[in-house]
């Protein structure tokens, strides 16, 4: 056998043992695997229509580097009726109305679907007419991580 065999031999980087490998594909899959998230939740905090015009009433935190969200149930519940908010995709740090996903809101309302928020963006409540309404809003679904 040759020295430069030896030396040459002596420089390879070692394989990866295969059970490295399998924990890493796991754990790759795990981490690309929807997690249940909740957007928003104002909990029994009554939150008021009587609001100007794209006012932004309540907002779910922005998405981070890496993550995408899939909002899958939005629920207002006006306890006292008045006054019109909408649902909105906005720029998370500036707030920046992307896109009205429901608007005309004035009594208590149900839906699901898909909404999906990009990395930066948020869903929010804004005011649409001002009136003196009470209500409550609950938005949830799941986040997924994009980057993985």
């Keep these: 056998m040759s020295l430069s065999s030896i030396l040459g031999k002596a420089r390879s ?3 990866p043992v295969p059970a490295q ?5 796991l754990n790759k899959f795990v981490e690309s695997r929807e997690k249940p998230f909740i957007f928003i939740q ?10 100007a015009s794209g006012v932004i009433i309540i907002q ?16 207002v519940n006006f ?3 008045a006054g019109t908010v909408r649902i909105v995709k906005v720029q998370g740090y500036t707030g920046q109305i992307l896109v009205d996903v429901v608007r005309g809101i004035n009594a208590s309302t149900s839906g699901t679907g898909d909404t999906v928020l990009e990395e930066g963006e948020a869903i929010a409540v804004l005011g649409q007419s001002a009136g003196a309404g009470v209500f ?7 986040v997924i991580r994009t980057d993985v």
């Design 136 to 142: 409550s809003v609950f938005f949830s679904g799941s």
């Design 42 to 51: 104002s909990n029994q905090d009554a939150l008021s229509s009587n609001v």
């Design 13 to 15: 980087a070692p394989q």
């Design 79 to 81: 306890t006292t009726v």
């Design 60 to 75: 779910s935190p922005s998405m981070r580097h890496g993550e995408r969200g899939l909002v899958k149930d939005l629920n």
């Design 21 to 25: 490998n399998i924990t890493q594909a």
